[in-house]
């Protein structure tokens, strides 16, 4: 039976009650007994890209110090650690490491900040989607690892946490050519149940203390929940977390394809430390991406994979804020955006509505755009 803390803290300035949450939570977990001196703990972060604290973007790095305080204390190597999106270089990481606050975290807490880019193969045996992928040699080489991810909505998985905070194992551009062959948010959704089963995160943590909402991961609207989430499996955390915000489990593919996989059980958790429903959360604006639950349970394979390539959302490039990075077109799985006169142009009609264009976007600049036919069978 899982077991799921929460806890109330307001806002970023209590450290003092972040350290005692994050020190209580671990000293209750599975982890804490299997410690031991000179251990290599990757705190796998959530650095998705050149963002402040403050944007709501990254897991905070308060968070993180406060974290690495603890397995420094037990004497271990600690390493805080992501592949965020574009080029996976020293370059790109200083940028993302001092735009994010992780400099001042790992100077904080006697933490190391991961230059390492290497990566290698793996086969898990169990992979039901990739049997074979590249994870960052950092991460492959920990002796635990911990998912410390942010509570967010997310244009294609509806919510990002704890186990989708583990596709920043794969290496930089590498991801973009995954979620090509992957196509669907089903298929995406299996493997990263397939990263996870291959990492198996040793403790979660959700920041949600500053959470984001609609149009996430990236440029979505700041939501202050003031809540603190830890759990020894990432998907009871992952649960909680939507539970919390009231979007729905069938909405959320990592979710409800590892339950049919027998990964995990929702009726099995058991949440300590706060009584969240008594918050009375209002429920996250969701993501303008497709809602494709009106659709009969039993609609053959075939004719969904139609409706839903008909239906899908699109994006839709705004170039007054267009500010010519390029960032979309470089992490385009489907290479379907062009650059003319400096501004992108997508074909649509080899979109696949993965919507890393509007993720990785430093400008918002890239609309999600529901299609109408979608709107008015709603
Ligand atoms: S244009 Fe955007 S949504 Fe379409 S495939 Fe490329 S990155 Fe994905
Ligand atoms: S749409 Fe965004 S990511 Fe693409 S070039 Fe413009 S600013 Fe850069």
Not at 42 to 61: C, D, F, G, R, S
Not at 324 to 334: E, T, V
Not at 369 to 376: F, T
Request: proline letters at 4%; glycine letters at 4%; aromatic letters at 8%.
């Amino acid at each position: 039976m899982g077991k799921v803390q929460l806890t109330k803290i307001e806002s970023y300035n209590n450290i003092d009650m972040i350290q005692t949450s994050i020190n209580s939570m671990l000293d209750n977990s599975l982890l804490s007994k299997k410690l031991f001196d000179g251990a290599k703990v990757v705190i796998k972060t959530n650095l998705l890209m050149k963002k402040k604290p403050e944007q709501a973007v990254t897991t905070h790095p308060i968070i993180i110090e406060c974290l690495a305080n603890y397995f420094v204390k037990y004497n271990c190597e600690v390493i805080i650690a992501d592949s965020p999106a574009g080029p996976f270089t020293k370059t790109s990481l200083e940028g993302i490491y001092e735009a994010s606050g992780m400099v001042k975290a790992a100077q904080n807490s006697g933490a190391t900040l991961n230059y390492n880019v290497s990566f290698s193969e793996v086969s898990p045996s169990d992979s039901m989607r990739l049997k074979t992928f590249n994870v960052i040699d950092v991460v492959k080489n920990a002796d635990f690892v911990i998912s410390a991810a942010k509570l967010k909505t997310h244009g294609m998985m509806t919510f990002t946490g704890a186990v989708k905070n583990l596709f920043g194992v794969i290496p930089g551009l590498i991801k973009a050519e995954y979620h090509f062959k992957l196509m669907n948010e089903e298929n995406f959704a299996h493997h990263l149940i397939d990263i996870e089963r291959y990492i198996k995160p040793d403790y979660s943590i959700i920041d949600g203390i500053e959470a984001m909402e609609g149009n996430g991961p990236s440029n979505g609207i700041k939501r202050n929940l003031g809540v603190l989430i830890g759990a020894d499996n990432a998907y009871e955390a992952d649960f909680i977390a939507c539970d919390l915000v009231s979007i729905a489990f069938k909405l959320v593919p990592t979710l409800y394809l590892a339950e049919s996989r027998n990964i995990f059980n929702k009726n099995e958790i058991v949440v300590e430390g706060l009584d969240y429903k008594a918050l009375n959360i209002a429920p996250f604006k969701l993501p303008d991406s497709v809602d494709l639950t009106f659709l009969p349970k039993k609609t053959p394979a075939k004719l969904k994979e139609i409706i839903i390539k008909k239906l899908k959302a699109k994006p839709e490039f705004v170039h007054s804020k267009c500010i010519s990075c390029g960032h979309c077109k470089r992490n385009c799985p489907a290479n379907v955006i062009s650059m003319v006169e400096n501004k992108p142009v997508v074909n649509l009609k080899d979109c696949i509505s993965c919507f890393c264009c509007h993720e990785v976007c430093p400008a918002d600049a890239v609309n999600i755009k529901k299609s109408l036919l979608l709107k008015l069978l709603k």
